[in-house]
Every structure is written in structure tokens, then in C-alpha cells.
């Protein structure tokens, strides 16, 4: 039923006119009973095809889009899955909920029950609620009262070059029994890259695999059936699905990297940062636990083929939630079902000397956003700042529940009624870099510009800023020029605009 027939048809078409538009969808959600298929996506950038990504091979996330609304340029608020995830999940920022990484003492036991995870939300005011992968960030989040689906934490798997399955958390086992040892050094990747890196494994596979040899595959496979059986008792339900690809290591059937030619990739040009640029800004963290070194920049043939493995991993998830749809459709269930995707950051693959996340770049707080809702026109592409607190509050107005006052986000709803509407004069994120400094970071219409400050006291006082930032993305997209030194009046303007708050920047 659209919209103009419910107010016609209701007892309270009158009122609900004068309620205005996102209050109108509101109780006629809730009136209707709408489902939510939330898909969350771990390190998923903004290369895809519908954000316009030539190379990406994305079909299913494609045709959400084309059903739905892109918001193209929405930010996370600290591009780490953690407090990332603590942030979306609770709609209040990083020093509301004084996560950083990793979770901070005191999170679960006391920010959490006063500020319930959005799933559990829905499953106190009567959704069949389920959640299945990484939606919530570690197995203390889950809370008890919230229903599973699926474990939490499925087993990544690796093959041997007998085509055995090893589980990756059984990998340090092979180096204490000199037997399976001995046996491993008949060749695969256990002798490659276990028995002489230390025991950490490879950072990608291809493997002549099913899907469901995955944890991916597998948590697909239970969230369709999660929808067919929720399908079947006809009430709301709020199925959650978090897909781990493509986070390292980049593990995907061989059938997702035959997708790609490797030489097609371009590298970025931006792999050294400009001499300005302080060396709190750039991180690669994580994959040295699996190649046992750093990154070489230089190395194109390494970059393509850790590129590669990142784009058959998007699109091993972008087919797993193509799974999901597909069975929204079978049980003639996509007219009634409020869809999101979601990632909780972006990735960097060699872009401003960086490979991973935790950063200030665009390129790390920058994620896909797509929301497809029933009684809004699809195809629609939004370009105003927009943010991962603002998930929360969406969801909220999309079903038709009441918001709680506490979060620190705006719905986005209203763009989905008209996606060129005035947003945000600013988006916020920040990162704390280690214990001596953090950084904060504005995202306006034309510029980014990110301070780092003090945060031990020693030698600079606590507070003072250390080094600044500033990207001109009219003329340097890709953030490799610092023109901070040059602009000091542009500076002292955004940083006064950093300095006023997340509040002060609302869309009015």
C-alpha cells in the first residue's frame, strides 16, 4: 500500500498529514509491520559497482542499490571495527560510548544496558529478532536475553595442499606435534608460509571451494533460513547478518578471484605521503600477523595480488547477499522488507601509505551506505554528509519505533524522500593513534582537515594539537597534497568548525 492510499484509507489520515512526512512512514511502518534484513559488511570500501567502481564485480549489492538509495558519502565515526561497531549499533559517538580499541573495561556492563545494541532494541518491542556473524563486536557484546541464530564465531578455514581443511585457530597446534609437523612440510601453504612465518598464516587463498566451506557461505545458509521460517510465522522479524569478507585473510572460493584479471588493477598513485604529513596519519597494522612483515609500497606485483584477493572477497560477500535477497523475493517478502547494508569502515589497499584501516584518510571513514525501504522511489543517489550514527535513528523512523532521546545522530529518512535536500555542514571521525595522541577529523563538503592532539601530557600539553591536516577533494581526491601550511586561514576556520562539535554541524 503506498503512502497517499494509507492516509486516504486511515481513521487518522487527518493527523497523520499534518505529522509530516518521516512521521507519516512512521506510523504507517508500524501500522504495516515491516521486516528488516540488516546486512553489516566488515572492511567493505566504497568500490563497488553501483558507487562506480568499473572493476568491481558486485551484482547483488548493484541491484539493492538500484532499488534503493546510495548514501555516497557517508562517514564512520573511528574506522575500526570495534568502536565502530559500538557507535552504529548504539547511535551515540566514540566519547559517549569511550570505546576506542579495544573494547574499553566497563562498555558491557555499563554503557550497554542503559543503551541497548539496535537489534536488541528491536527484539524488546516484538521483532523476531536474529542475529548471525559479526553484527556486534566480540562475544561479551552479544547480549544474553538477545537470540542467536548461528554462532557467533564461525571458523575460518584454510586448505593444505592435500586439499585437508585446517581451521586457523588451529594453526599453532601443527607447530607443537612434530608428527603433523613433519607431515607439513610435504608442501601447501603450512610449510609455505606457517613453518617459516612464525605461525601466522597467509594473508589470502584461493581454493577450489563451495561457498559454504566458508564461514561466509555457512552464515549465509542460516540466514536464509532464518527469513524462510520467520516467513512462515508471519510476524516482523529483524534478521542481521554480518559478513566477515572481505577482512583478512583474503580467503575466498577460487571461482571469486576468476572474476578479476590482476593486471587490470591500477595501484594508486598516492602510496607515499607528502612530506607535511605526519607519521601519526598512516597504519598497516594488521597485515603483518599474517605475512610476518610490513607492506612494501614499491611492490606492485605484492599490491595486485593483495588487491585481488580484496576484490574476490567482496565479491564472495556480494553473492552470499545475493542468497538473501534472492529468498526475500521467494517468499514474496521484498515488498514488506526494509533492507540496509552497511560496512563499519572503508579499507586502505596502499593508498596514503596505508594498508588497512584505523586512519583519518577518506579512504577509511569513508563506507557504503544503501537503504532500501518500501514506499520510497529507488535508484536514488544521496551526496550529503551523512553519518554511522545517523544508522540508528533511521532504522527507528523506518519501522515506525520510537527513538530513544539519548542518540547523538539524525534519521535519514528524509532523504530518502528527497535525496538533494541540505545535509550536514560537517561529518566527524577520529582515531586514537596510541597513548601520546589522537587524531579528529572533519569531513565538510570540500575538505578534510584532522587535528592530532596531545593526549599524555608529556612534553605537549594535553589537548595541544601536535600536527594538522588539510585535503582539498575538489582538486585532490585521493588526500596526497597537506596544504595545511599553506591555508592558515582555511585552517583556523575549520578548526574552529571541528572545535564547535558534531552539534553544531546538524543539517538545520
Not at 541491484?63 to 555516497?72: E, K
Not at 551526496?383 to 545522530?409: H, S
Amino acid at each position: 500500500m503506498i503512502r497517499r492510499e494509507f492516509v486516504r484509507n486511515s481513521l487518522f489520515g487527518l493527523g497523520a498529514l499534518a505529522m509530516g512526512r518521516a512521521r507519516l512512514f512512521a506510523a504507517e511502518a508500524s501500522a504495516r509491520g515491516l521486516n528488516v534484513l540488516w546486512i553489516g559488511v566488515d572492511d567493505l570500501r566504497c568500490n563497488l559497482g553501483c558507487y562506480g567502481d568499473a572493476m568491481a564485480v558486485t551484482p547483488n549489492i548493484d541491484a539493492l542499490a538500484r532499488r534503493g538509495t546510495i548514501f555516497s558519502r557517508a562517514y564512520v565515526q573511528q574506522a575500526v571495527c570495534s568502536a565502530s561497531r559500538a557507535s552504529l549499533l548504539t547511535g551515540c559517538r566514540p566519547d559517549t560510548t569511550n570505546v576506542d580499541y579495544p573494547y574499553n573495561k566497563g562498555f558491557t556492563d555499563t554503557f550497554l544496558p542503559a543503551h541497548p545494541s539496535l537489534p536488541l532494541y528491536f527484539s524488546r518491542r516484538g521483532y523476531g529478532t536474529r542475529c548471525g556473524g559479526k553484527i556486534h563486536h566480540g562475544g561479551a557484546i552479544d547480549l544474553k536475553d538477545l537470540p542467536l541464530e548461528s554462532p557467533y564465531w564461525y571458523r575460518e578455514w584454510y586448505y593444505d595442499a592435500a586439499g585437508n581443511r585446517v581451521a586457523i585457530d588451529d594453526l599453532q597446534a601443527l607447530l607443537g606435534d612434530d608428527a603433523r609437523r613433519e607431515a607439513a612440510r610435504a608442501g601447501g601453504f603450512v610449510d609455505d608460509y606457517v613453518l617459516r612465518h612464525d605461525g601466522k598464516p597467509p594473508a589470502y587463498e584461493c581454493a577450489d571451494a563451495a561457498d559454504t566451506d566458508y564461514r561466509d557461505g555457512r552464515l549465509a545458509a542460516s540466514a536464509v533460513d532464518a527469513i524462510r521460517r520467520h516467513a512462515a510465522d508471519g510476524a516482523p522479524f529483524f534478521v542481521a547478518a554480518g559478513f566477515y569478507k572481505p577482512h583478512l585473510p583474503f580467503n575466498a572460493p577460487k571461482r571469486y578471484w576468476d572474476l578479476y584479471d590482476r593486471e587490470r588493477f591500477v595501484l594508486p598513485a598516492n602510496r607515499r605521503l607528502a612530506a607535511n604529513v605526519t607519521p601519526l596519519a598512516p597504519a598497516s597494522y594488521e597485515l603483518p600477523a599474517y605475512d610476518g612483515g610490513q607492506i612494501d609500497f614499491g611492490d606492485e606485483a605484492r599490491l595486485r595480488l593483495l588487491t585481488h584477493g580484496y576484490y574476490a572477497c567482496a565479491s564472495f560477500t556480494d553473492a552470499n547477499i545475493g542468497k538473501l535477497l534472492d529468498e526475500l523475493e521467494r517468499q514474496k517478502l521484498a515488498d514488506r522488507t526494509i533492507v540496509m547494508l552497511w560496512s563499519d569502515h572503508g579499507f586502505h589497499l596502499g593508498e596514503n601509505q596505508s594498508f588497512g584501516k584505523h586512519t583519518c584518510f577518506e579512504v577509511a571513514t569513508r563506507s557504503p551506505l544503501i537503504v532500501a525501504a518500501p514506499g520510497f522511489k529507488g535508484g536514488q543517489v544521496c551526496r550529503a554528509l551523512t553519518e554511522y550514527v545517523d544508522i540508528f535513528p533511521t532504522m527507528c523512523d523506518l519501522a515506525g519505533l520510537e527513538k530513544p532521546d539519548y542518540l547523538e545522530g539524525a534519521s535519514l529518512v528524509p532523504f530518502l524522500e528527497d535525496p538533494a535536500r541540505p545535509g550536514k555542514t560537517a561529518a566527524f571521525s577520529q582515531w586514537p593513534r596510541n597513548k601520546n595522541a589522537e587524531g579528529f577529523s572533519i569531513r565538510t563538503d570540500r575538505h578534510r582537515y584532522t587535528e592530532w592532539r596531545s593526549r599524555s601530557g608529556e612534553g605537549p600539553r594535553a589537548g595541544d594539537v601536535v600536527a594538522r591536516e588539510l585535503y582539498d577533494h575538489e582538486t585532490d581526491a585521493f588526500e596526497a597534497v597537506n596544504l595545511a601550511d599553506e591555508q592558515p586561514a582555511l585552517v583556523a576556520e575549520l578548526s574552529a568548525k571541528l572545535a564547535a562539535g558534531w552539534r553544531a554541524a546538524q543539517a538545520g
